[in-house]
T-cell receptor, first 113, second 118 residues
Framework: AQSVTQPDIHITVSEGASLELRCNYSYGATPYLFWYVQSPGQGLQLLLKYFSGDTLVQGIKGFEAEFKRSQSSFNLRKPSVHWSDAAEYFCAVGAQAGTALIFGKGTTLSVSS | GAVVSQHPSWVICKSGTSVKIECRSLDFQATTMFWYRQFPKQSLMLMATSNEGSKATYEQGVEKDKFLINHASLTLSTLTVTSAHPEDSSFYIC??????????????FGSGTRLTVV
């Protein structure tokens, strides 16, 4: 069965600094990988997804993620963080098209001024 | 793009009563709906998967008699929390899968429902 690990529970970044959120997955084949963001009391917003092809994926709000098969990782990056990026970030994996997603425990991002 | 509407956004009910949560796919036909539950400061846990016209498949540990899922049409799935108790208080989120390229992966989520049982 697939699983997702987000090693960092809470990260604080200064506004304008770069950001990297880590995500490791466990799955035998190439998974479908996702990053979502959730503001308090809100639903999930899809930042980006990887199904196949180019391993560097561009998303919304200036985010990108890189799929590294050798490391079983799909880390999320942003070159310059804005205060509005403070939220909960979830990495998720799907085994195949149409199956339910399995989510990591999430990383809380705080942005300091 | 694909939109999933979830209603209500929040609900407060008395212990022992039942609450129905609706999840609608607004611009596509949802062949499969997924229901998740999220406790405060925790991740989303899959509760059940429902295919249109079929009985829902529940994850281990989820009480099917307490969490009734109906997926009678291609645009609507409902989750009914029966005889709710305070421990059922949580954030419930649905996601829907359609048939076309954009929606085929079932990864469009509703905005969630905050249930508080008092």
């Amino acid at each position: 069965a697939q699983s997702v690990t987000q090693p960092d529970i809470h990260i604080t970044v200064s506004e304008g600094a770069s950001l990297e959120l880590r995500c490791n997955y466990s799955y035998g084949a190439t998974p479908y990988l996702f990053w979502y963001v959730q503001s308090p009391g809100q639903g999930l917003q899809l930042l980006l997804k990887y199904f196949s092809g180019d391993t560097l994926v561009q998303g919304i709000k200036g985010f990108e993620a890189e799929f590294k098969r050798s490391q079983s990782s799909f880390n999320l990056r942003k070159p310059s963080v804005h205060w509005s990026d403070a939220a909960e970030y979830f990495c998720a994996v799907g085994a195949q098209a149409g199956t339910a997603l399995i989510f990591g425990k999430g990383t809380t991002l705080s942005v300091s001024s | 793009g694909a939109v999933v509407s979830q209603h209500p956004s929040w609900v407060i009910c008395k212990s022992g009563t039942s609450v129905k949560i609706e999840c609608r796919s607004l611009d596509f036909q949802a062949t499969t709906m997924f229901w998740y539950r999220q406790f405060p400061k925790q991740s989303l846990m899959l509760m059940a998967t429902s295919n249109e016209g079929s009985k829902a498949t529940y994850e281990q540990g989820v009480e099917k008699d307490k969490f009734l899922i109906n997926h009678a049409s291609l645009t609507l799935s409902t989750l009914t929390v029966t005889s709710a108790h305070p421990e059922d208080s949580s954030f419930y989120i649905c996601s829907a899968r359609g048939r076309d390229r954009e929606t085929n992966y079932g990864y469009t989520f509703g905005s969630g429902t905050r249930l508080t049982v008092v």
